[in-house]
Every structure is written in structure tokens, then in C-alpha cells.
């Protein structure tokens, strides 16, 4: 059984703060002194320290505190194990494009194992990389930006690839186009909510042509694709997303920006030192069929 310690230090690495560590696990503030306090006389190193008014970790704290995520996670599947139950549970996160998108038939071939079981999460790439990190989540599938090196990143960790490109409806003047960058600065253009990966992807293009979001002529922020949808496709704005986007709505197409084609990877991630990767190879075998 883990440490109850190790719980208020986890707790401290996310908040770096300890007022709010205190109120979120709803012990006094000297209780979390104390418990970090301990921690640091059994491991005989500082885990924290301050810079003026700032906490940080200590390298001995970041090394316990990828430990300490492998130990939860093994608890999580030993309390699993001793359930002496059949069933094959996985806990998934998919980004919206990827969830919304991409993984419906892979997820009913799963499925249609009768001792397989699901918990499926659809959110943003942060929002499901600080659950991978809560030990809230088995793996995701994630079309963000995210620190390789932080996190369980192997050669078949790549799901798959996927044109990045302009949508627009049918009807706009932009429909099937290789336009200049230029063009798109004097479009309303319907983007995803801070911390999305098409939009940090988007992001990316405008910075590589010396551009931001702030020189586009109208933004409106949406964070649900079936909305954005709808407003590309009655010809309120353009967005910016993937392939599978574009073609599961017969009233948009797609279109290029000139020198900015590309492709983006879709990634299988992971806790570091943890053998969730033999949950993303059983999943695998369900969904030989994916393009």
C-alpha cells in the first residue's frame, strides 16, 4: 500500500503551492509541511525549495515524482487483479478530432469482445495529459503537441498520420484552393479553445509565417467540433483541422495554404515506465482495420 505521504506530495508537485494542496486535500497546511518534511528525512534529500516567493522541485523531487506515478499505477492495476474479475477494462482519452472523428469503429471492435469493457475520455491534449499524470487514464491518443521525453513514447507509439488542412463549405471561393497565406489573415476563422492541439497546430503555422492570431480579422472560439461544423458550414468562417473532419460533413470540403502542407502525427502517450503499452498493443489487436 502507498505512503498516504506520497499522496500530499504528488498533490504539492501539481499545485506548487501549499495552501492550495492543503485545501485540496482538506488537511492543514503544517500537515502538508509535515508530511513533506518526512518524505525528505526517509530519502535524505530537499525535495522543495524557494526562489523569493516561488516553490520549486529539487531533482530529487522530480525523480520522485515520476516514481511515485509508476507506483500508482501498479497499485491501480494489483487492486484490479485481486477483484478476480474477467473483464478487460482500458481507460482512454482521445482528443476531440481523434474521438469525435476517428476511433468510432475501433472502439465498437473493441467492444464487441464480451469481457472487454471501456472508460472513454474526449477532451483537449492538456486536460488529458494531467490525467495520464493523475493515473486517471490507462493512455491517450493525442494529435497535440506534448513532451516526448516526459512520457511512455516507443516506435509504434505513432497512431497514424493526418493532413492538416484548411476547411471551408463547399461554396466558399476557397473550396478545393491552394491559397496564400495572406488570404486567410482577412477570413473569420472559427478555431478551437487554448490548449486544443488543432488549434496549437494552427498556431504553429501562423508563427512560422511571422504571424499570430491576433492579425486575423475575426476569431471566434469554439470548443466543440460539431458546432464549428455547423458554423463552417452555413459560411460563417473557415477553421483549420484535420482530414476526417472535413469529410464527415458533406457540406465542407478542404483547402491548402500555399508552402504550408503538411501532415500530423496522431500519438499513442503513456506514463513513463509503466507497462501500459501492453494495454495499447491489446487495443491494437482489436483495430487491425484503421486506414
Same mark, same amino acid.
Given at each position: ?9 504528488? #498533490? ?9 494542496? #492543503? ?18 528525512? +526517509? ?18 523531487? +522530480? ?22 474479475? #474477467? ?21 465498437? *471492435? ?8 471501456? *472508460? ?61 497565406? *495572406? ?46 461544423? *455547423? ?16 469529410? #464527415? ?43
Amino acid at each position: 500500500m502507498i505512503d498516504y505521504r506520497i499522496y500530499t506530495f504528488l #498533490s504539492l508537485c501539481e499545485t506548487m503551492n501549499y495552501r492550495k494542496t #492543503s485545501e485540496k486535500l482538506n488537511i492543514s497546511q503544517p500537515a502538508v509541511t509535515q508530511h513533506i518534511h518526512a518524505l525528505e528525512q +526517509e530519502y535524505g534529500e530537499k525535495l522543495f525549495f524557494y526562489s523569493g516567493r516561488v516553490l520549486h522541485k529539487t531533482e530529487a523531487a +522530480e525523480q520522485l515524482e515520476e516514481y511515485s506515478k509508476t507506483m500508482l499505477f501498479y497499485e491501480n492495476e494489483l487492486r484490479t487483479s485481486l477483484k478476480g474479475k #474477467s473483464e478487460i477494462m482500458l481507460r482512454i482519452g482521445a482528443t476531440k478530432t481523434i474521438g469525435e472523428f476517428v476511433l468510432e469503429q475501433q472502439l465498437i *471492435q473493441f467492444l464487441s469482445e464480451p469481457n472487454h469493457n471501456l *472508460q472513454f475520455v474526449i477532451d483537449n491534449t492538456q486536460v488529458l495529459l494531467t490525467m495520464l499524470e493523475r493515473n486517471q487514464l490507462d493512455f491517450a491518443i493525442v494529435e497535440g503537441f506534448f513532451e516526448k521525453k516526459k512520457y511512455g513514447y516507443a516506435a509504434y507509439s505513432l497512431y497514424r498520420e493526418e493532413p492538416f488542412l484548411g476547411v471551408c463549405s463547399v461554396n466558399h471561393p476557397f473550396a478545393g484552393k491552394d491559397i496564400p497565406f *495572406q488570404d486567410i489573415l482577412d477570413e473569420t476563422l472559427v478555431l478551437r479553445e487554448n490548449g486544443s492541439g488543432t488549434r496549437a497546430i494552427f498556431e504553429q503555422i501562423l508563427a512560422v509565417n511571422n504571424s499570430s492570431v491576433d492579425d486575423i480579422k475575426k476569431v471566434i472560439c469554439v470548443n466543440s467540433f460539431a458546432v464549428i461544423k *455547423q458554423l463552417v458550414a452555413a459560411d460563417m468562417g473557415i477553421t483549420f483541422a484535420y482530414e476526417a473532419v472535413a469529410n #464527415s460533413d458533406s457540406r465542407l470540403t478542404t483547402f491548402t495554404v500555399q508552402n504550408n502542407h503538411r501532415k500530423k502525427e496522431f500519438n499513442y502517450v503513456y506514463l513513463k515506465n509503466t507497462d501500459a503499452d501492453k494495454k495499447i498493443r491489446l487495443f491494437e489487436g482489436n483495430c487491425k482495420s484503421r486506414n
